[in-house]
């Protein structure tokens, strides 16, 4: 048992690192870093990869499956280290995308930490934080069920959609406007 205790551990950690580890010794700068392994997070990968930008993901666990072209580092993307070892401080911008909202502010916060005018991006899920969310400024917040609600509620009601206010709904810009739940 004591044998157990010791080696399990030791063997565990050696396996997630020969195994789990996608973290490449690469040269980043001018690239984006994005926080976490939602839906959101995979397509916008994919788009900015389409358009041939570099990308490094910030993943708290190790991808259960990464292509070979993806670039990803295991870690609390709120650790300022984290940050670091992702080369943050060189990024075109920070997406916080993970679908948790505290942990996106947390991103955010970190971020704003490591160089104060590195761009920040982060997502909110639930109306209902997203003063909290704005409290850290990012510079753009982007609230897809904040979005998705007006729309369904304009829609069988008959009001029509302007283009500006859908634009402006779909990114808002930290200080310009209050998100509405």
Do not use: C, W
């Amino acid at each position: 048992t004591s044998v157990s205790a010791l080696l399990v551990p030791m063997i565990n950690h050696r396996m997630e690192r020969l195994l789990g580890s996608k973290e490449k010794n690469v040269a980043r700068s001018n690239h984006y870093v994005i926080v976490g392994d939602s839906s959101l997070a995979r397509n916008t990968y994919k788009e900015l990869h389409a358009r041939d930008q570099q990308v490094t993901f910030v993943l708290s666990a190790p991808p259960k499956s990464a292509g070979e072209d993806q670039d990803v580092i295991v870690g609390d993307g709120s650790d300022l280290e984290v940050l670091r070892r992702a080369d943050a401080h060189d990024a075109k911008a920070v997406l916080a995308l993970s679908d948790d909202d505290s942990e996106n502010a947390f991103v955010v916060m970190a971020a704003k930490e490591l160089s104060e005018s590195l761009k920040t991006v982060a997502v909110g899920k639930d109306g209902r934080n997203m003063a909290r969310v704005k409290s850290v400024h990012p510079d753009v917040i982007i609230a897809p069920p904040v979005l998705g609600g007006g729309l369904l509620a304009k829609g069988p009601s008959g009001e029509t959609v302007k283009r500006d206010l859908l634009m402006q709904q779909i990114m808002t810009v930290s200080g310009e406007r209050e998100a509405t739940p």
